[in-house]
């Protein structure tokens, strides 16, 4: 008994350590990072100045943006003789008198040539929603938008004590209002001057002015707000649908291969595969269903939902604890005999120990939420607690899951994935760990309140579902490896879930069309993989009978021949041989070659058209389809750690207007969910794309390796591509850095395929440089002009790849610059006023 309570009391305080880490470091993060250069004072301590100008604008954009912003600059100059003057430069300056505060804004304080005045600015930036805002006020410094049905009014500020308090003698000299389709329903008083694009002029108006204009809204927009309020139903079932679809599809995939497989392993581990499915998307589903029923208010009040969530995490822990428990002698029945059969694993107190802890896990995530209903806000620490009970719990439901998996073959768990697991699951651990506390942190910082994903278990589940692929592609890599056992060639049901297998590990879904998620890119990956494998498909090589080394060493040896054959040939048309000589020396040659023919089962005649070399290009380095894709995924391993490190860097980095780096990033709610979504997917592409393109390497097509990474980076191509087109239709935020990862996966690509040519013609061991010159002889005296079509190839990804680095890509901001106004187009305007 002692040692089961240790072992349970070492479990909450590693997890409490890393707990209290990872919130100091978001902490640490989001407290880093640049500031407006001034704070806005709550009172005017140095009192308003005798006199001051305002000039302000307004710029509302819809199109380049998911959500329509509306931007507000406003303009002040006080004279240099005012006591708040000097503050205005200083870290806690005066502008509170000034501008007012609040929402995402940055201010600057600037001396006119003169140095008579003080002239300060300030930016503001609101999101202008799309729901549920019928009449409701968004404000953006003197700026306010109100919707009514699919109109929205933008206006300028009137009631005086809503003005700061330094403006109360203020002239109002310039008032500008940018917007597409706007109708101006009120300018008061009359101004001095009316300009282009809405900019209206004063001379020292002594009285606020009033401007209100009416933009229709577009029909995207006009669609979301439909969905956020009648259509919400349909919304509803898009979501579940988006997330949901290219599982169900696997699932039926899985359960055909169930049906047509006779190996118990194989079919155990299919069911696996579909219980890990129904995990992922149940919380989806039972969301989807509630709301439709209209019951998911409730069920949340009396903790159903909640509840819910723990049950299906719970579900593989019971089950596994299940399997260990029951009786020794019924395991003992079925397992045959042999070493490689016997399994070992926790039993006695530490089994108990671990039992233990995930009941308590599960009572204090199940009965947390329910607690603090009642109590309110003593119980804040008891949401925080449940939000991580139910992050360790979908971690070891996750392990349990990958380790049963990986056991199902022959009871042991391989090297290779031992060492994924002990990086992977305790890096699940510690991304739904900072998930959660990155979560909380930036909740109490943007609302004074813990957002949902906390406080509720069933929410948490919902969100870190979307991030669950990973270990969907380690099942479909370990159900593969079991397939590849017991298969020689790469049948329909193989290339389906190899395709699976690329849709899932290098393009996430579904992306979001005017508020709707659609898996648009990854069925249009599947459709374009699927349909090229068909019209390319190519009969697989004949197996030759022998190592892959005595293959090369034919390979070689053929070639060999052949030039001999033709230099003799050569030599008897033009004179300097006899007919007696010439069959006298070509006749052991060509001897020679029909033997090495025979050898690997090619035709002695050579009647077939077919060479050793065609041979051996086009069965690949591996004995078998799963030994062509291993070693092509630790090609693309190493060779795509360069791309994996730059994408990952523009990422993580600012784009090429200063914005949206992964500093600002994780001051959003939702910042640490992209990004770590990011930073998953730009490790993983390129080991799951190296294994896809080592798996169809004797069916795809081409003569030469670097031929066969077309099909697949097509298929990327075309999934991209159809987001983009998308987008562009619907008028939604472009996608940036598209063309850069295609670029990069071509270039990755070829050299993994050049690498597997090179270790196909491999004949004694060496550096790269002596494993690459056969292939390079290959492919200089290939036919079609192959060196120079891989050249010129290689040289245009190149080019391109430079092309867009020199002119500055955003890998990952979804911001319209072309549509954006520069800083300085406002003081440019205003500057040129009458009267100046």
């Known amino acids: 008994m002692r040692q089961m309570t240790t072992v349970v009391g070492m479990i909450p305080v590693a997890m409490v350590l890393r707990v209290a880490v990872l919130t100091s470091a978001l902490l640490a993060v989001v407290a880093l990072g640049p500031r407006p250069a001034l704070a806005a004072a709550s009172e005017c301590e140095f009192g308003p100045p005798g006199s001051a100008w305002v000039e302000t604008s307004v710029t509302v954009e819809e199109r380049g943006h998911d959500t329509a912003v509306m931007r507000s600059t406003t303009r002040v100059g006080v004279p240099r003789d005012w006591p708040g003057a000097a503050a205005l430069f200083a870290a806690d300056g005066a502008d509170?008198?000034?501008?007012?505060?609040?929402?995402?804004?940055?201010?600057?304080?600037?001396?006119?040539?003169?140095?008579?005045?003080?002239?300060?600015?300030?930016?503001?930036?609101?999101?202008?929603?799309?729901?549920?805002?019928?009449?409701?006020?968004?404000?953006?410094?003197?700026?306010?938008?109100?919707?009514?049905?699919?109109?929205?009014?933008?206006?300028?500020?009137?009631?005086?004590?809503?003005?700061?308090?330094?403006?109360?003698?203020?002239?109002?000299?310039?008032?500008?209002?940018?917007?597409?389709?706007?109708?101006?329903?009120?300018?008061?008083?009359?101004?001095?001057?009316?300009?282009?694009?809405?900019?209206?002029?004063?001379?020292?108006?002594?009285?606020?002015?009033?401007?209100?204009?009416?933009?229709?809204?577009?029909?995207?927009?006009?669609?979301?707000?439909?969905?956020?309020?009648?259509?919400?139903?349909?919304?509803?079932?898009?979501?579940?649908?988006?997330?949901?679809?290219?599982?169900?599809?696997?699932?039926?995939?899985l359960v055909l291969l169930g049906r047509r497989s006779a190996d118990?392993?194989?079919?155990?581990?299919?069911?696996?595969?579909?219980?890990?499915?129904?995990?992922?998307?149940?919380?989806?589903?039972?969301?989807?269903?509630?709301?439709?029923?209209?019951?998911?208010?409730?069920?949340?009040?009396?903790?159903?939902?909640?509840?819910?969530?723990?049950?299906?995490?719970?579900?593989?822990?019971?089950?596994?604890?299940?399997?260990?428990?029951?009786?020794?002698s019924r395991r003992a029945g079925r397992a045959p005999t042999g070493a490689g059969r016997t399994r070992s694993g926790p039993t006695g107190p530490a089994f108990a120990g671990v039992v233990l802890a995930g009941a308590a896990l599960v009572a204090v995530s199940g009965f947390a939420p329910l607690a603090r209903r009642y109590v309110h806000e003593q119980a804040a620490p008891a949401w925080i607690a449940s939000a991580v009970a139910t992050a360790s719990l979908l971690t070891g439901a996750a392990w349990v899951i990958a380790v049963r998996a990986a056991r199902v073959p022959d009871r042991r768990t391989p090297r290779a994935v031992r060492a994924l697991l002990r990086w992977s699951v305790p890096g699940l651990a510690l991304t739904t760990l900072a998930f959660v506390a990155h979560a909380a942190v930036t909740g109490l910082r943007t609302w004074g309140y813990l957002p949902d994903v906390v406080v509720s278990p069933f929410f948490l589940l919902r969100n870190l579902a979307y991030l669950m692929w990973p270990l969907v592609v380690l099942l479909l890599l370990l159900l593969l490896r079991l397939h590849g056992r017991r298969t020689e060639a790469v049948g329909p049901l193989t290339a389906w879930l190899v395709a699976f297998l690329f849709v899932?590990?290098?393009?996430?879904?579904?992306?979001?069309?005017?508020?709707?998620?659609?898996?648009?890119?990854?069925?249009?990956?599947?459709?374009v993989l699927s349909l090229l494998l068909r019209l390319t498909r190519r009969a697989e090589p004949a197996d030759p009978g022998v190592s892959r080394r005595r293959l090369a060493v034919i390979v070689e040896e053929h070639r060999a021949l052949e030039a001999r054959e033709k230099g003799l040939r050569r030599r008897w048309a033009a004179g300097d041989m006899d007919d007696a000589a010439y069959h006298r020396e070509n006749e052991p040659v060509v001897e020679r070659i029909g033997r090495l023919r025979g050898e690997i089962g090619l035709d002695p005649r050579r009647e077939d058209g077919l060479t050793p070399l065609d041979l051996a290009l086009a069965r690949g380095p591996g004995s078998s389809w799963w030994a062509n894709a291993r070693l092509a995924s630790r090609y693309a391993t190493y060779v795509g750690a360069p791309a994996a490190v730059f994408l990952i860097w523009a990422t993580w980095s600012t784009d090429s207007m200063g914005h949206d780096?992964?500093?600002?990033?994780?001051r959003e709610p939702n910042g640490f969910y992209g990004l770590a979504g990011d930073l998953i997917g730009g490790l993983l592409i390129w080991p799951v794309a190296g294994f896809v393109l080592g798996a169809l390497w004797r069916r795809l097509p081409g003569r030469r390796g670097y031929l066969k990474g077309a099909v697949?980076?097509?298929?990327?191509?075309?999934?991209?591509?159809?987001?983009?087109?998308?987008?562009?239709?619907?008028?939604?935020?472009?996608?940036?850095?598209?063309?850069?990862?295609?670029?990069?996966?071509?270039?990755?690509?070829?050299?993994?395929?050049?690498?597997?040519?090179?270790?196909?013609?491999?004949?004694?061991?060496?550096?790269?440089?002596?494993?690459?010159?056969?292939?390079?002889?290959?492919?200089?005296?290939?036919?079609?002009?192959?060196?120079?079509?891989?050249?010129?190839?290689?040289a245009a990804a190149i080019l391109g790849l430079w092309t867009q680095l020199r002119h500055g890509i955003d890998i990952t901001s979804q911001v319209d610059t072309s549509t954006q106004a520069p800083p300085s187009t406002d003081a440019q305007l205003f500057q040129s006023r009458p009267g100046g």
Do not use: K
């Not at 509170?96 to 040539?113: D, I, N, R, Y």
């Not at 606020?208 to 979301?224: D, K």
């Not at 139903?233 to 988006?242: D, N």
């Not at 508020?515 to 249009?524: D, F, I, S, Y």
């Open 96 to 253: 509170g008198c000034l501008l007012l505060a609040g929402g995402s804004s940055t201010s600057t304080a600037t001396m006119t040539p003169d140095g008579a005045e003080v002239v300060v600015q300030r930016t503001q930036e609101t999101p202008l929603q799309s729901y549920d805002m019928e009449w409701e006020t968004e404000v953006a410094g003197l700026w306010s938008s109100r919707t009514s049905g699919q109109t929205r009014f933008v206006a300028l500020r009137l009631s005086p004590a809503g003005l700061p308090p330094g403006l109360a003698r203020a002239r109002w000299r310039a008032v500008a209002v940018r917007a597409p389709d706007s109708e101006v329903r009120a300018v008061m008083p009359l101004p001095s001057e009316v300009r282009p694009g809405h900019t209206y002029v004063w001379r020292d108006a002594a009285a606020p002015p009033r401007v209100e204009v009416a933009l229709r809204m577009s029909a995207r927009s006009a669609f979301q707000r439909w969905t956020g309020s009648g259509g919400q139903q349909v919304l509803t079932v898009a979501t579940c649908l988006g997330f949901a679809l290219p599982y169900l599809l696997l699932a039926g995939l």
């Open 504 to 527: 899932v590990g290098t393009i996430r879904w579904p992306s979001t069309y005017a508020g709707v998620p659609v898996p648009l890119a990854a069925l249009a990956g599947l459709t």
């Open 264 to 328: 118990r392993d194989e079919r155990a581990l299919v069911r696996i595969v579909l219980g890990t499915l129904a995990m992922i998307t149940a919380v989806e589903v039972i969301a989807a269903v509630l709301l439709l029923s209209g019951t998911l208010f409730l069920a949340h009040l009396i903790g159903l939902t909640d509840a819910g969530a723990v049950l299906i995490l719970a579900a593989p822990l019971g089950a596994a604890a299940w399997r260990r428990a029951r009786p020794r």
């Open 661 to 666: 780096g992964w500093l600002d990033r994780l």
């Open 712 to 794: 697949p980076v097509l298929a990327y191509g075309a999934a991209t591509g159809a987001h983009a087109v998308l987008n562009n239709l619907i008028g939604q935020a472009p996608v940036r850095g598209s063309l850069v990862r295609i670029l990069l996966l071509f270039l990755v690509l070829t050299v993994v395929a050049v690498l597997m040519d090179a270790r196909t013609l491999q004949t004694r061991p060496g550096g790269l440089a002596s494993r690459l010159t056969p292939v390079a002889v290959v492919y200089r005296l290939g036919t079609a002009g192959s060196g120079i079509a891989l050249i010129v190839a290689q």
